[in-house]
């Protein structure tokens, strides 16, 4: 049980690019959380996904941020025409339900020139 | 005011010292969680508390759901033991907001040899 991967862990785009953020659960979770760290700044919640659906995005910026999270294949998180505002660390979180506890990827630092 | 207080911010101990970093909340909440980062590093998830305490290796968690407080003791720290800590905590409602965390700012500990 690999835990939960994210990648890549560092990532570096020019301004006005799109940034893809991947996030595999680990095996057997189905529920999907996305946190942004800004520099110096404490973690804040921007999703939760479920398999196929968004179900709380109340955290995401309104323009330029998306995310999904398929069938198959990891959960993405994507950034249109990113800004230096968005140089930060974006960590995926993964849990088998409501209940139960997290389990952090080691989270992708993006850093926007 | 924040949802989740932590204090210290930054914590300096010797090393064998016992530490104690606390968490206060303000809201209504279904656990509490405490979570170790390291410097560019992932995010561990040490404890999930709904209460009472609990204990592994050298640390201790404990809550109190009446005063909204919680703590996390290191017993003998250890130069490995230095890294934020963090508190975050998933309220008290299986409506939309009541999946995700809401984090402290951290505790910043180092422990000197």
């Known amino acids: 049980n690999a835990g939960v991967m994210q990648n890549p862990r560092h990532l570096v785009r020019r301004r006005g690019q799109e940034a893809r953020l991947r996030c595999s659960p680990m095996?057997?979770?189905?529920?999907v959380y996305w946190y942004r760290q800004l520099p110096e700044e404490g973690l804040k919640f921007m999703v939760y996904?479920?398999?196929?659906?968004?179900?709380?995005e109340s955290g995401m910026p309104k323009e330029r941020f998306s995310a999904e999270f398929p069938k198959e294949g990891p959960s993405i998180l994507r950034i249109q025409q990113v800004v230096r505002g968005d140089s930060a660390a974006y960590f995926c979180?993964?849990?088998?339900?409501?209940?139960?506890?997290?389990?952090f990827g080691s989270g992708t630092r993006l850093t926007v020139v | 005011k924040n949802e989740v207080e932590q204090s210290p911010q930054n914590l300096t101990a010797q090393e064998g010292e016992f530490i104690t970093i606390n968490c206060s909340y303000s809201?209504?909440?279904?656990?509490l969680h405490w979570l170790q980062q390291h410097p560019g590093g992932g995010i561990v998830s040490l404890f999930m508390?709904?209460?009472g305490k609990k204990k592994h290796g050298r640390l201790i968690a404990t809550i109190n759901i009446q005063e909204k407080h919680s703590s996390l003791h290191i017993t003998a720290s250890h130069p490995r033991d230095s890294a934020v800590y963090i508190c975050?905590?998933?309220?008290?409602?299986?409506?939309?907001?009541?999946?995700?965390?809401?984090f402290g700012e951290g505790t910043q500990l180092t422990v000197n040899p």
């Open positions: 979180a993964s849990s088998i339900g409501y209940d139960y506890g997290y389990t």
């Open positions: 095996k057997g979770h189905s529920h």
């Open positions: 996904l479920q398999k196929e659906n968004i179900i709380d």
């Open positions: 809201v209504g909440i279904s656990a």
């Open positions: 508390l709904s209460s």
């Open positions: 975050a905590v998933r309220r008290a409602s299986k409506e939309t907001s009541g999946s995700r965390l809401t």
